[in-house]
């Protein structure tokens, strides 16, 4: 009995932190701009998280944070991978707009999925998605998926997604609802260049990828598409397109397409150096002599979530 009141006081705690956060937001200006689109000196100086004193490495770990949050929501509910991808890019909107410092990303997360979902034509049960998103924020608990069938929590928590809802529109005036995704882009680049099986599958995998970070608020989606199938093909050693230059067909310039794919690089390089394993600790001397062994073992390469591709081939001469 102890212990669930003690639950109780936490949670309404909780409750209670985030309700004061939504109350100081709400009476935020409206964005005044279309301006989707953003600099990378904008998002790693003068985000609004930064001005209230997160810095970018806190940041990137937050927008990670509300990105895989996403995906388990939105395999939870059995979404498709278009309304996870449209909630990933309203967050990395909203979050240009407003200040992690200011706003649970828990709680905008879950408020972009269900928001994704009337965008997309996909309804899901405000319900269902205030239960699957309470289980998953507190997992940690054996008694949340008992705790938030009870009328009292229940109807708290819906409240909270609906001001986080109210919160997205009212930051983007609006105009948050008008998402566009290198999806359809992806699909036209690929059919046009004839692209193979692997070719299509990598290209598919690397675009959900990049919908996890800020690219989707530098570049816009044919400018992404483009880039991720040169990215691709190099990656295979393959070669795309009836003429060397065939991205100018995209409306893509040579110079946007090398700026984008170094960012990519960039990207695949960070995420590689932060999923590397250790370095194992230094031997320690022995007063005995170990015997070499016959054969010296074989040590297999990592490979790293952003695919299992060389990025040294970038670098080859002859990828232009």
Known sequence: MGEEQHSRKRSRQHFEAEE????????????ETAKWYFSKEEIERFSPSRKDGIDLAKESFLRSSYCTFLQRLGMKLHVSQVIIGCAMVMCHRFYMRQSHAK??????????LFLACKAEDEPCQLSSVVVASYEIIYE????ASIRIHQTEYYHEFKEFILAGERLLLDTSAFQLLDVELPYKPLAAA?????AWPDL???SWNFVHDWLRTTLCVQYKPHVIATATVHLASTFQ?????SRRDWWLDFGVTTKLLKEVIQEMCMLIEADRRRTMPPPPPPRREVAWAIPAPLNPPVHMSRGYPFHSYPLQSYRQPGIW
């Open 140 to 143: 940690w608990d054996p008694s």
């Open 200 to 202: 299509a599958t990598a």
């Open 103 to 112: 706003n649970n990303w828990q709680t905008i997360a879950t408020s972009s």
């Open 237 to 241: 050693n393959g070669k795309v397109g």
């Open 20 to 31: 004061t956060r939504h109350i100081s937001l709400l009476k935020s200006p409206r964005c």
């Open 190 to 194: 690929l059919n046009r260049v004839n």
